[in-house]
Nanobody
Framework: VQLQASGGGLVQAGGSLRLSCAASERTFRNYVMGWFRQAPGKEREFVAV???????YYADSVKGRFTVSRDNAKLMAYLQMNSLKPEDTAVYYCAASQTIIYSEYANHVRYHYWGQGTQVTVSS
């Protein structure tokens, strides 16, 4: 599957952005969709994931502020980001896996397909 992430930009602290991830395959519903981010000089970190059945799971740092969703008919996944903080600044990636299991959701190496990344910059 090919993934295309979009929706990043520059926003002030406290603002909101919605990231989108467009997938290329009709079997999209069979994929677990993850969101990761990477700030300069830091390792890629887990942000959120939505399971095949639509359940969302979040990193503690974004819980209560970010919401992940998906629209299988449109082959889209979304990451709604509210109450953004400067420390949320990073390149955000969407990722997909057909074979990942629950215990692996936060492990980026278990995702086989990646979008190109979209920059999110939060100014203080």
């Amino acid at each position: 599957v090919q993934l295309q992430a979009s929706g990043g930009g520059l926003v002030q602290a406290g603002g909101s952005l919605r990231l989108s991830c467009a997938a290329s395959e009709r079997t999209f519903r069979n994929y677990v969709m993850g969101w990761f981010r990477q700030a300069p000089g830091k390792e890629r970190e887990f942000v959120a994931v939505i399971s095949r059945s639509g359940g969302g799971y979040y990193a503690d740092s974004v819980k209560g502020r970010f919401t992940v969703s998906r629209d299988n008919a449109k082959l889209m996944a979304y990451l709604q980001m509210n109450s953004l903080k400067p420390e949320d600044t990073a390149v955000y990636y969407c990722a997909a896996s057909q074979t990942i299991i629950y215990s692996e959701y936060a492990n980026h190496v278990r995702y086989h397909y990646w979008g190109q990344g979209t920059q999110v910059t939060v100014s203080s």
